[in-house]
């Protein structure tokens, strides 16, 4: 692993790079802050970021369904 490249938690201060690199991933139009905000706040999904040089440049979640 890169010692340059962090991996942590997303906090609401990484919305405009998650909403960013998703629109990259999956194409189409920015996903609205709001629902990042929510996806970030839920209890059952964890989402990380990976970052380089105080950039977000990966980022990955998951859910935990019962």
């Keep these: 692993m890169n010692p ?3 991996v942590r938690r997303a ?3 990484d919305v405009e790079g998650l909403a960013r690199l998703n629109q990259a ?4 139009s920015l996903r ?3 629902q990042i905000i929510e996806s970030i ?3 059952s999904e964890m989402i990380v ?3 380089y040089q105080g950039t977000i440049v990966g980022f990955g979640c998951a859910q935990r369904v019962e």
Excluded: D, L
């Design 4 to 6: 340059e490249i962090t």
């Design 11 to 13: 906090t609401i201060a």
């Design 25 to 28: 991933f999956n194409g189409g």
């Design 32 to 34: 609205p802050a709001v």
């Design 41 to 43: 706040q839920v209890n």
């Design 49 to 51: 970021v990976a970052e």
